[in-house]
């Protein structure tokens, strides 16, 4: 699974910065995930557990935050949300652009622990 995989790569430095805090358990992990990111919410939630198994992070709840892909447009002078169907074509005028501003992101944005 390809999401089980980006989650095994994310999820040592949470585990290392849980125990750092003197947690012995975690409630919930925050993960903001780009639309470009190549990771399936769902597809997330159904690995979790599966990741998380016999870590200080087992039994945590997965919070997913979407991040909606967006570009900028030379030709609108302006951040423009794109679908990933468009690949890297502004959807107002058509304006091809290189310049992806965000949609990528696949990192740990909070952790909340349980520290009693
Ligand atoms: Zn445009």
Redesign the pocket.
């Known amino acids: 699974m390809h999401e089980l995989s980006l989650l095994t790569q994310v999820i040592p430095p949470v585990m290392a910065a849980v125990t750092a805090r003197g947690a012995t358990s975690c409630q919930a992990v925050g993960l903001v995930v780009g639309s470009l990111s190549g990771a399936v919410p769902e597809a997330l939630q159904g690995a979790w557990p599966l990741a998380t198994a016999g870590t200080v992070l087992e039994g945590a709840r997965l919070e997913v935050e979407p991040v909606q892909a967006a570009i900028w ?6 951040e ?1 949300a794109i679908d990933q169907f468009y690949a890297l074509v ?6 091809p ?1 290189g310049q992806l501003t965000r949609g990528r992101e696949f990192q740990v944005a909070w952790v909340d622990l349980d520290t009693t």
């Open positions: 447009c030379p030709g609108c002078q302006a423009v502004c959807p107002a005028c058509g304006t652009s």
